[in-house]
C-alpha cells in the first residue's frame, strides 16, 4: 500500500523559516505534492516535485529525494496568514491523490 | 471564472438516512474526484469520475455512488447513513492530462453531520 508521515504539529514564529519534513512507503507514484488548508477552507495546491531536488516557488519551497522516500516543504518569511494545516500528497497514474494526516502549523507574533 | 462549487454547505441526517451531494467543477476541468475528510485527518480518495463514468475508486463500501453528468458535473449518493460518516466532503476537479496528476482544485466542502 501506501502511506505518508509528517509531523502533526510545528510552531514557529512570525519571519523565521520552517521546515515540513514528509516520509512516504509507495511502491510507485509519479511525484509529491503539498498542499495547504486553511481551518474551514478548501486545500489548495502549493507545489509539485516530479523529479528529485529543489522546487521554489515564491516563499514556498519543496524537495524530493526518491531514493530516501523523503520530501520536505520549506517556508520562508513566515507570515500570521502561513498558520494553516500541510499536506505532503503523492500522486500517480491513477490520477488520486493520498493524503498524508497533516501537519498543523502556527505562526507566532 | 468560477472556481469548484458544492452545495448543500451544511447538512444533518439521522443514521439509516440517505444523502446526495453536489459538485459542479472549475470551468473546462472534465474530472471529478470526491474525498471525505474527517476531523484532524487527510482527506480520503472516494471515487474519480470521468465522461460520465467511474474511473476510480478508493477504499469506501458499495453504499457511497456517485454519478457525474454530461456537463460534467457530479453527485455523490450515501446510502444508509452511519455515524461513521460524518465528515467534511471535498470535490475536486481536474483536467486529465499530466497537470491532472497532481493538481487539483477543490470545493469547500460539505459539512455532513449524521446523528
Known amino acids: 500500500g501506501q502511506s505518508l508521515e509528517q509531523p502533526s504539529e510545528v510552531t514557529a514564529v512570525e519571519g523565521a523559516i520552517v521546515q515540513i519534513n514528509c516520509t512516504y512507503q509507495t511502491s510507485g507514484f509519479y511525484g509529491l505534492s503539498w498542499y495547504q488548508q486553511h481551518d474551514g477552507g478548501a486545500p489548495t495546491f502549493l507545489s509539485y516535485?516530479?523529479?528529485?531536488g529543489l522546487e521554489e516557488t515564491g516563499r514556498f519551497s519543496s524537495f524530493l529525494s526518491r531514493s530516501d522516500s523523503y520530501g520536505y516543504l520549506l517556508l520562508q518569511e513566515l507570515q500570521m496568514k502561513d498558520s494553516a494545516s500541510y499536506f505532503c500528497?503523492?500522486?500517480?497514474?491513477?490520477?488520486?491523490?493520498?493524503f498524508g494526516s497533516g501537519t498543523r502549523l502556527l505562526v507566532r507574533p | 471564472d468560477a472556481g469548484v462549487t458544492q452545495s448543500p454547505t451544511h447538512l444533518i441526517k439521522t443514521r439509516g438516512q440517505q444523502v446526495t451531494l453536489r459538485c459542479s467543477p472549475k470551468?473546462?476541468?472534465?474530472?471529478v474526484s470526491w474525498y471525505q475528510q474527517a476531523l484532524g485527518q487527510g482527506p480520503q480518495f472516494i471515487f474519480q469520475?470521468?465522461?460520465?463514468?467511474?474511473?476510480q475508486r478508493g477504499n469506501f463500501p458499495d453504499r457511497f455512488s456517485g454519478h457525474q453528468f454530461p456537463n460534467y458535473s457530479s453527485e455523490l449518493n450515501v446510502n444508509a447513513l452511519l455515524l461513521g460518516d460524518s465528515a467534511l466532503y471535498l470535490c475536486?476537479?481536474?483536467?486529465?492530462?499530466?497537470?491532472?496528476?497532481?493538481?487539483?482544485?477543490f470545493g469547500p466542502g460539505t459539512r455532513l453531520t449524521v446523528t
Open positions: 475536486a476537479s481536474s483536467l486529465l492530462d499530466s497537470s491532472g496528476i497532481y493538481e487539483q482544485y
Open positions: 469520475y470521468y465522461e460520465e463514468e467511474e474511473r
Open positions: 470551468s473546462g476541468h472534465d474530472t
Open positions: 500528497v503523492l500522486s500517480g497514474s491513477s490520477y488520486k491523490l493520498i
Open positions: 516535485n516530479g523529479l528529485d
